[in-house]
């Protein structure tokens, strides 16, 4: 059974960094790539970064430079580093394997100005 649970958000001044976290069990990391996504108020669900199997990374454009993604296959768990973080970076942020239609419950990132 799948199962993620995310965590480390918080309410940060613009500028502020967090790093939240992403627990993963029943998949490796190996054989699947992970993805964070966001869903700020009134706002679609956005891609925000992957990570493949291979360990190749992609970032949306907006965060590029601010964002880091990566993961510890020891502990099975990946990271979004946020730095750098604005206003419009408020958003719950989830994660999500490859190949799997599953969502944790999220972490809420709220950014002041």
């Known amino acids: 059974q799948v199962q993620l649970v995310e965590s480390g958000g918080g309410l940060v001044q613009a500028g502020g960094s967090l790093r939240l976290s992403c627990a993963a069990s029943?998949?490796?990391?190996?054989?699947?790539?992970m993805t964070w996504y966001r869903r700020a108020p009134g706002k679609q669900r956005e891609w925000v970064a992957t990570?493949?199997?291979?360990?190749?990374?992609n970032y949306v454009s907006s965060v590029k430079g601010r964002f880091t993604i990566s993961r510890d296959t020891a502990k099975n768990t990946v990271y979004l580093q946020v730095n750098s973080l604005k206003p419009e970076d408020t958003a719950v942020y989830y994660c999500?394997?490859?190949?799997?239609?599953?969502w944790g419950q999220g972490t809420q990132v709220t950014v002041s100005s």
């Open positions: 990570i493949t199997s291979g360990g190749s990374k």
């Open positions: 999500k394997p490859s190949g799997f239609e599953l």
């Open positions: 029943g998949i490796s990391f190996s054989t699947n790539g």
